[in-house]
């Protein structure tokens, strides 16, 4: 039987268990937790890639650009605020060889307009920020609780994303976006299934 057609909670495990194939990953997300970021997730493509590696029995790192660390804080939406947590984040993490993209969601709908071309309202959590991701497949962020446990927040299940299909999300991001990340994961992945954007 799929990992898709498990009951949720074993399909909770099954995903923590393949995500912990990803040595870099499981460093990332322990050093994260340090950090202790208000409402922090790892998120985007290291973790849905990670899946897709293991499921097509790739290396379990291979082709990840970078990994998303989001955190929510609104009370100082200063640019300087978020550098100071960028550069915590880059002595926490400074020796590991990939990419940390360390991110506030509460500031995203200040420069969201100049980079895609249509306005974000504001966030109001990490976890509103994820749910606009261009398609539903990415919408998944892990944590490290203090109490060693993994909180997963995943809106639209991981059926998706064990069964690599890709589903698009027309809530923010203009189907220009969708489509150009699509062409680029079919590239790594050609096994993916990409679903077309709604007309």
């Known amino acids: 039987m799929g990992i898709a057609r498990l009951p949720v909670d074993e399909q909770l495990e099954a995903l923590r268990s393949t995500l912990s194939r990803n040595e870099t990953l499981t460093e990332v997300l322990a050093r994260a937790a340090r950090l202790d970021l208000p409402g922090w997730y790892l998120t985007a493509g290291c973790v849905f890639q990670t899946v897709w590696n293991v499921v097509t029995g790739r290396p379990p790192a291979e082709g990840i650009k970078d990994y998303d660390l989001f955190y929510f804080d609104d009370t100082d939406l200063s640019p300087e605020a978020e550098l100071k947590v960028i550069q915590a984040g880059e002595t926490a993490l400074h020796d590991l060889p990939v990419v940390v993209d360390i991110r506030n969601e509460a500031r995203v709908h200040l420069w969201y307009e100049d980079d895609f071309g249509v306005p974000c309202p504001p966030y109001t959590s990490t976890e509103a920020a994820i749910d606009s991701f261009a398609a539903t497949t990415c919408c998944v962020g892990i944590r490290l609780e203090a109490d060693g446990r993994w909180r997963v927040y ?46």
């Open 154 to 199: 995943a809106p639209h299940g991981l059926a998706d994303v064990f069964n690599l299909v890709v589903r698009p999300n027309p809530v923010l991001a203009p189907g220009s976006v969708y489509e150009a990340k699509t062409r680029r994961w079919r590239e790594r992945w050609p096994e993916l299934t990409v679903l077309p954007w709604p007309e």
